[in-house]
T-cell receptor
């Protein structure tokens, strides 16, 4: 099992550009999450999904969109990147919603110039 | 607002027990206490969780006070590889809020 994988590992964008971060899990988990982590801070939840075709907002959803077209994939989109979105993005998945162990991916480092 | 309070940093000697405290005075009756750790900017790793009773697994022990307002994560024999940021989390309205955590440094 690969667990949770994230693509790409690192990306540099210019302000206004768009991109999509891909998260994939092979554990048949129903629940998936996207977090961001800024330097010296804990993780903050952006969006999450309780199953294929569903998404919900987390703590900091503005400027991001998500889609869960397949159970194993959770996509995070930035339509018009801003320097404030420079961060490390972590994806996670779990069997149960929040109150179950979350398995995290290795992270995607995004720099917006 | 993570709803938990942890010391920003702690040191521990290699081979000794590391005791990491966490205050969560506003925890409600059905909220679990979770501990995760993050080693050098990798993805967070689950350690242990509990509701009321003390819990132990192969990684650590979790001691929750009777009033549930605080807890302690115990790493019984800390190694250099346990150097990480440790997050104490309680779920709030069905989401988990990570605070700044405690940076544990295990020293030889």
């Amino acid at each position: 099992n690969a667990g949770v994988t994230q693509t790409p590992k690192f990306r540099v964008l210019k302000t206004g550009q768009s991109m999509t971060l891909l998260c994939a899990q092979d554990m048949n988990h129903e629940y998936m999450y996207w977090y961001r982590q800024d330097p010296g801070m804990g993780l903050r939840l952006i969006h999450y999904s309780v199953g294929e075709g569903t998404t919900a907002k987390g703590e900091v959803p503005d400027g991001y969109n998500v889609s869960r077209l397949k159970k194993q994939n959770f996509l995070l989109g930035l339509e018009s990147a801003a320097p404030s979105q420079t961060s490390v993005y972590f994806c996670a998945s779990s069997f149960g919603l929040f109150e179950e162990t979350q398995y995290f991916g290795p992270g995607t480092r995004l720099l917006v110039l | 607002d993570a709803k938990t309070t942890q010391p920003p940093s702690m040191d521990c000697a290699e081979g000794r027990a590391a005791n990491l405290p966490c205050n969560h005075s506003t925890i409600s009756g059905n909220e679990y206490v979770y501990w995760y750790r993050q080693i050098h900017s990798q993805g967070p790793q689950y350690i242990i969780h509990g509701l009321k009773n003390n819990e132990t697994n192969e990684m650590a022990s979790l001691i929750i006070t009777e009033d549930r307002k605080s807890s302690t994560l115990i790493l019984p024999h800390a190694t250099l590889r346990d150097t990480a940021v440790y997050y104490c989390i309680v779920s709030i309205n069905n989401d988990m809020r990570f605070g700044a955590g405690t940076r544990l440094t295990v020293k030889p």
